[in-house]
């Protein structure tokens, strides 16, 4: 099989009509269009088709991946990103979904958990109490895996990993920690990066109080030496497998690398629910 991503020199080839990419890839115009049909037309596929984007839309049955990628091209070029951020896109999303060495093992058991039991795919959260970009990407997931494109598909899986350089990333941390003990880690995590800029020791038994426990308990279950432990216990873990910041994501113990935003992370697990089914399927076509 042909190396994934690598550009093939040469004149890009201009796709007709007649291949339709997707929606937003038929819209674009002059100098955008000239840029995504080159793009599409000389980075290879890393699965489900051996040939480049461009030439796998042509075939029938058109690989899926083939229409995700494509798409995922146009939305970067329409939102004015350059050729080698493009690539260094694609080449990054590659590495996460079929890099070498084998998946890493992560142990569930102490983590909440959210999502179907049986989903395809898991995902495991290394993050920060006090990431501000924790703050806002972890809430936009958990909602696509309670109510949205990502139900019945995925699983989230949460392990705290206080960051040094994050103020009060200690305090918050035992916090989220004691909620876990508490079985309330789920609303009290999004309660707390809901306001995440009203941080005060005061105001997470507030937050406490909001998701319905109890504050007294809640600070008692803070200061137990066993909430710390378990806390360590999960930083430790983080290190083991090579976190250095927060967010960072692991897809069926898979490390992602690929770029940290809300469309990219949700259409990169989308891809792995599909592509487990795709599997499933061939090993049982019956």
Known sequence: MKRCLIPILGVALWISPAHAQTPLCDELKGGHRTLANTILASEYLYDCCDDTISACLAQEPVCSLARRLAHNVCRRVAAGQDEAQIRRALSRRARSMVGGGAPM????????????????????????ARCPFCSRLIPELVDAVVGGELQD????????????????????????????????????????????????LEAQ????????????????????????????????????????????????????????EKDELLDALEEAAANTDRREAARNPG
Request: aromatic fraction near 12%.
């Open 153 to 200: 598909h995925v699983r989230v899986a949460f392990r705290i990993f206080p960051i040094r350089g994050h103020d009060n990333s200690t305090p918050a941390g035992l916090a989220f920690q004691a909620a876990v003990e508490m079985d309330a880690f789920w609303p009290f995590m999004l309660e707390a990066y809901r306001h995440f800029d009203g941080w005060s």
């Open 105 to 128: 093992e992560i142990d569930l058991e102490a983590a909440p958990v959210l999502g179907l039991e049986d989903a395809p795919v898991t995902v495991v959260i290394y993050a920060c």
């Open 205 to 260: 038994l507030q937050w406490a109080t909001t998701v319905g426990l109890e504050p007294e308990d809640f600070k008692a279950r803070m200061a137990d030496p066993a909430t710390r432990a378990a806390l360590v216990a999960s930083k430790k873990e983080g290190l083991v497998n090579g976190v250095e910041a927060t967010p960072t994501f692991f897809i069926n113990g898979r490390r992602w690398v690929g770029d940290l």
